[in-house]
């Protein structure tokens, strides 16, 4: 068994005693109330993390000048002595666990959105924050004093709280990064210009900060190391900027990335674990002081070996303790392949925040708040469960309904496990997906009550035979063709260069790495098109990319859609919106743009116009149980094509089902 003694070393900062290295990061959740307060659902989601074994919690960042700073519908606040009694009760439940907490205290700055705080957003200069953000006010001298003493009387109010430390945010495009980026920051006084002037403010703030609260108690900042935008921060500048303002700093969290490099910030899948810790390591080299490192770090190997080199000297995790709370435990135990490891698709997560308004959940982790609680809703008498379909969805069905005590058969046609999702992760930016069924199929392998048949079509006599209670269709979705001129005479033939999405996958193995000089063309600007475009401009390829709506990837989560336009800008493909797919040839499409037919030629054309459900066999199961007691639901993508965050809630949806079932029995 592997041993990870590095992550569980503690570490003495400021007379606090952190137990281990692994710390998690904060990320905006929407769960706290509308007046700004933390919710009760709120304490019970950071209490799952620490009874995971997280070292350190850095609680989401708290807004320290309300209205002006605030960023988020329900954002927490700390602007107020109203706001520590509740704050108190979340330390009290987290010290339980042996874990320290900590908060983020932050102004948004031009991060605001106006229509929600009622005024124009400020900031450093007039400059926006992001593309097509709005004109903020610069801040005058007397502002920027007022906000310096805001962050130390929050400071102040934290440590009242029971907080063992505060983080200084300065980074992702709020208010302090504001300042220092010369992207958003044009000043002519002493706020502006030279390092110095641009570290000003945030020297101030740190300086503040230490007077509030004392010399014994642990402050954070957070940074953007590197902006990975043209004329925004490097490395080298930072170093520079952050000699005028870490001295007060115990801890430096080393992140990177602005608003317009999100990708970055909030890693995009395609990203290797621990990618960001050179950055990391070049702060921890330079100021002799302890650094967290993150990205995108979800093997718990890369993990140790970041700190048993001295790289850096915590691990943060994010989004893994959204998508297992538990993660520094299973590692402690040696429970490696009970990891359900997170795939970074930033869909229930930053798109559900940033993009939605919507409190965050996750595409793997159906019970972002209950935790494990739902094995304890047992059925009470025998009950068989048949589940149709062994992608996502019916394997998380399969597997909940086994753990609450169910009988359970699941049914699978292929010869393997994990439906759709299996296929895409053969494609190299999308590897990191691969993770999520092969959790479930271990999960699966350990549960004695579920029996697996693969190579097996689902046939009534067969289903029948199981003598199923409840019966679970989750037969997945099929590319979609709609009638267009030679597209099924054509796609995924011996004589044809076109392919759809699983043609395409089939072939991954054949196509050469560099393909300069081949002419690419895909039909479909939704999520699975873009995937395949990503695998061949990556490759040199002169792709060109069909769309018959105005835009590519509308329904993108926030995070890919920046990455994916910037990687469309960067490999130059041509993208072709309002355009209709007209007729299908082997060499060449036939698209309507600008009311005129137009030839495209191709050496490889791909239409991913993308899926519709299939389910074969409904009606029926429909008309053969009719007459019996025997509950028939239809989950996923046999519903309605969709993602997998769908299909997974609505596998764990089963338990509504089996409720009904306690209650009132189907035979």
Not at 48 to 76: H, K, M, W
Not at 202 to 227: H, N, Q, T, W, Y
Not at 495 to 513: E, F
Not at 519 to 547: H, P, T, W, Y
Request: glycine fraction near 8%.
């Amino acid at each position: 068994m592997a041993k990870f003694n590095s992550l569980f070393q503690p570490l003495e900062v400021r007379r606090c005693t952190i137990p281990n290295r692994i710390v998690m990061t904060p990320m905006g959740t929407n769960f706290a109330e509308n007046t700004g307060e933390m919710s009760f659902l709120h304490i019970d989601y950071y209490e799952q993390r620490a009874q995971g074994g997280a070292g350190l919690i850095i609680v989401e960042n708290a807004c320290v000048d309300y209205p002006a700073g605030s960023n988020g519908t329900t954002q927490l606040r700390l602007d107020l002595d109203s706001y520590i009694p509740r704050m108190f009760k979340l330390t009290e439940t987290i010290h339980k666990h042996d874990t320290k907490i900590a908060v983020q205290l932050n102004h948004a700055g031009a991060s605001a959105v106006a229509e929600r705080i009622n005024m124009q957003p400020v900031s450093a200069s007039n400059l926006p924050n992001k593309k097509g953000g709005a004109t903020p006010r610069p801040l005058t001298v007397e502002e920027i004093n007022s906000i310096v003493e805001s962050y130390a009387k929050a400071a102040k109010r934290a440590q009242i709280a029971g907080f063992d430390a505060v983080e200084i945010h300065c980074g992702h495009s709020y208010l302090i990064s504001q300042f220092l980026s010369p992207l958003t920051n044009n000043r002519t006084d002493e706020f502006g210009g030279s390092y110095e002037n641009r570290a000003r403010f945030a020297s101030m703030i740190l300086k503040a900060v230490r007077e509030a609260v004392g010399p014994f108690f642990p402050i954070l900042i957070r940074i953007s190391a590197d902006e990975f935008l043209p004329g925004g921060n490097t490395l080298e500048d930072t170093l520079k900027l952050l000699e005028y303002f870490q001295e007060e700093a115990d801890i430096i969290d080393v992140s990177c990335g602005l608003v317009d490099s999100i990708q970055y910030q909030i890693d995009a899948n395609y990203l290797k674990d621990g990618w960001r810790t050179y950055l990391a390591t070049a702060v921890k080299e330079k100021f002799n002081k302890p650094v967290i490192t993150v990205g995108n770090i979800r093997d718990p190997k890369v993990a140790n070996e970041i700190i048993e080199s001295n790289q850096a000297d915590f691990i943060g995790l994010g989004r893994q303790f959204v998508a297992d709370p538990q993660w520094p435990l299973k590692v402690k135990e040696g429970r490696l392949d009970e990891i359900r490891k997170c795939i970074s698709c930033n869909i229930g997560c930053s798109g559900h925040r940033i993009g939605l308004n919507r409190p965050i959940r996750c595409t793997i982790n159906p019970s972002v708040n209950e935790g494990e609680a739902y094995k304890n809703q047992k059925v009470k008498k025998p009950c068989n469960v048949v589940v149709i379909g062994g992608g996502t969805a019916g394997l998380e069905a399969a597997c909940t309904a086994a753990e609450v005590g169910c009988m359970t058969f699941l049914i699978e046609k292929e010869d393997h496990l994990g439906g759709l999702s299996v296929e895409i992760s053969k494609i190299p930016e999308k590897k990191r997906l691969r993770d999520f069924p092969d959790y479930l199929i271990r999960r699966a392998c350990k549960l004695k009550n579920l029996i697996t048949f693969t190579n097996t079509e689902a046939t009534i006599p067969f289903v029948e035979a199981l003598k199923p209670d409840v019966i679970v269709n989750a037969t997945g979705s099929t590319p979609l063709l709609p009638p267009i001129t030679g597209l099924r005479e054509n796609i995924d033939r011996p004589q044809s260069s076109v392919k759809g999405i699983l043609g395409m996958i089939n072939n991954i193995d054949n196509y050469p790495m560099d393909m300069e000089g081949k002419k690419v063309v895909v039909v479909g600007g939704g999520a699975v098109g873009l995937d395949v475009v990503e695998f061949f401009s990556n490759r040199k390829a002169e792709v060109s990319i069909v769309e018959m709506l105005p835009v590519v990837g509308k329904d993108l989560d926030i995070v890919t859609k920046v990455g994916t336009y910037a990687l469309l800008e960067k490999n130059h493909v041509n993208i072709l919106t309002s355009t209709a797919l007209q007729e299908v040839h082997p060499d060449h499409f036939i698209v309507k743009r600008n009311d005129q037919n137009e030839q495209l030629d191709f050496d490889y054309g791909f239409v991913c116009l993308g899926m519709r459900s299939y389910s074969p066999l409904m009606k029926d199961l429909t008309d053969a149980f009719e007459d019996k007691d025997v509950e028939i639901v239809n989950i996923g993508d046999s519903v309605r094509a969709r993602r997998i965050i769908d299909g997974t809630a609505e596998g764990r949806n089963i338990l509504n089902t089996l409720d009904t079932f306690n209650k009132t029995g189907y035979r």
